[in-house]
């Protein structure tokens, strides 16, 4: 999902050839033009999450499974208070999945250590 954010190019052509279109086609109030602060951010976003999700799967230790839910549970705060700001609700099709896989990482992954073969 973030893989858009990753590079300036792509971040700006998902703002304004997708989300902007789809938040005026739901009736919500314009998207901000993105300043350079926003990118920057927006590209640190999608550049962390991108390589973490690479590395998860490429090292495959279910303990990872753990540090992915806090890390999610972090970024659901952040959408939530974004939300109470007045953030576009367009949001909520990113906090939905994030609250998901949130708690499949953290209650999947501690069973998954208690089994045996699973190094710990």
Do not use: Q
């Amino acid at each position: 999902m973030t893989w858009p954010f990753a590079t300036a190019f792509t971040l700006a052509f998902m703002w304004g050839s997708v989300f902007g279109p789809l938040n005026d086609t739901l009736g919500f109030a314009p998207l901000p033009e993105l300043d350079v602060h926003a990118v920057l951010f927006g590209n640190f976003f999608g550049s962390v999450v991108v390589i973490w999700s690479l590395a998860r799967l490429y090292i495959g230790d279910p303990r990872m499974g753990v540090f992915d839910g806090i890390g999610r549970v972090l970024f659901s705060i952040a959408m939530i208070n974004a939300l109470m700001s007045g953030i576009s609700p367009i949001v909520w099709g990113f906090l939905v999945p994030e609250v998901l896989f949130a708690l499949i990482s953290l209650f999947g992954a501690p069973k998954s250590l208690l089994r045996p073969g699973v190094n710990a």
